[in-house]
């Protein structure tokens, strides 16, 4: 069973910044996974793609958190990290980490952490 413990969401005020972690109960340095990804949903909004990266390191982004958010992964301690600077009230949201297995083809999910922005 993979597990994918969230953690570091909070209360902070527009401008600052937190760093939020996944932890994996598998080796995400495996052959077999491939991208771990941030996903944000907002009350009311369908859950949005924040980041990914892919097992070598490529990085994508959401246009909204472009310049302000950075994903990174450390395969050797199975965690993913978002580290989010100069946030804003509209960052407010639960934040998912997302596993992608590649073999077979299966994606999991954390159970969420909350971040708060208050203006």
């Known amino acids: 069973q993979v597990q994918l413990v969230e953690s570091g969401g909070g209360l902070v005020q527009a401008g600052g910044s937190l760093r939020l972690s996944c932890v994996a109960s598998?080796?995400?340095?495996?052959?077999?996974?491939?991208?771990m990804a941030w996903y944000r949903q907002a009350p009311g909004k369908q859950r949005e793609l924040v980041a990914v990266?892919?097992?070598?390191?490529?990085?994508n982004y959401g246009d909204s958190v472009k310049g302000r958010f950075t994903i990174t992964r450390d395969n050797a301690k199975n965690t993913t990290y978002l580290q989010m600077n100069s946030l804003k009230p509209e960052d407010t949201a639960i934040y998912y980490c997302?596993?992608?297995?590649?073999?077979?083809?299966?994606?999991?999910w954390g159970q969420g952490t909350q971040v708060t922005v208050s203006s």
């Open positions: 997302k596993l992608t297995f590649t073999i077979p083809r299966n994606d999991y």
């Open positions: 598998v080796n995400i340095g495996s052959f077999n996974i491939g991208d």
């Open positions: 990266i892919s097992r070598r390191g490529t990085t």
